[in-house]
Nanobody
């Protein structure tokens, strides 16, 4: 089964950008739909964006529309989350997750594989 490891988190000023990586092993990332979620302190984990490469569609919530994009590097077996125009309310632990569903869902229980998370902090 696929294992996922996120990286790329850190501290950034409001308006800045970060690119998170989700490196996969034990499976080919292109075989899955991959999503990104985040969990802020005291809040539930929430869906942000997901891509199903088999149907070539991207799904996202309004709060990240126009700011976050998801992409893939097959050679590195890695999925990326490019985050632009970051806001303090984007501060959270960010998780990538994979599912065999295509198109992918937006619920946590629709994803069977999760990374450990990476912290993103946006200062005002």
């Amino acid at each position: 089964q696929v294992q996922l490891v996120e990286s790329g988190g850190g501290l950034v000023q409001a308006g800045g950008s970060l690119r998170l990586s989700c490196a996969a092993s034990g499976g080919t990332v292109s075989s899955y739909s991959v999503g990104w979620f985040r969990q802020a302190p005291g809040k539930e984990r929430e869906f942000l964006i997901a891509k199903s490469w088999s149907v070539d569609r991207t799904y996202y919530v309004d709060s990240v529309k126009g700011r976050f994009t998801i992409s893939r590097d097959n050679a590195k077996n890695t999925v990326y989350l490019q985050m632009n125009t970051l806001k303090p309310e984007d501060t959270a632990v960010y998780y990538c997750a994979a599912t065999n569903l295509a198109p992918p869902g937006v619920r946590l229980n629709q994803y069977g594989y999760w990374g450990q998370g990476t912290q993103v902090t946006v200062s005002s």
